[in-house]
Nanobody
Framework: QVQLVESGGGLVQPGGSLRLSCAAS????????MSWYRQAPGKERELVAT????????NSADSVKGRFTISRDNGKNTVALQMNSLRPEDTAMYYC????????????WGQGTQVTVSS
């Protein structure tokens, strides 16, 4: 049974930092590209960043470039999202996603962790 468990969300003031983590189990982690998505109330889910199984990073949201960094640890089966210079518009539920590197129709989601940026 595949599980993705996110942690690290919370309430932070504008300009602050948070580090999200996603722990994966039940899959061969090195066979999966890992991504972070987010969904704000009333908005569609958007891709924040992806790191492939070969550590190639793709940041899909222009709004996070230079502020957010994705990383992975294949030895610990974890993926992290370091978020700096947080803005109120970063407030959202953040989700971890795993997608198989070849059979890309195989994908899994975590339950999400809430990030709220507010003074």
């Amino acid at each position: 049974q595949v599980q993705l468990v996110e942690s690290g969300g919370g309430l932070v003031q504008p300009g602050g930092s948070l580090r999200l983590s996603c722990a994966a189990s039940g899959l061969i982690f090195s066979n999966y590209a890992m991504s972070w998505y987010r969904q704000a109330p009333g908005k569609e889910r958007e891709l924040v960043a992806t790191i492939t199984e070969t550590d190639v990073i793709t940041n899909s949201a222009d709004s996070v470039k230079g502020r957010f960094t994705i990383s992975r640890d294949n030895g610990k089966n974890t993926v992290a999202l370091q978020m700096n210079s947080l803005r109120p518009e970063d407030t959202a539920m953040y989700y971890c996603n795993a997608r198989h590197r070849v059979r890309r129709y195989i994908a899994y989601w975590g339950q999400g962790t809430q990030v709220t940026v507010s003074s």
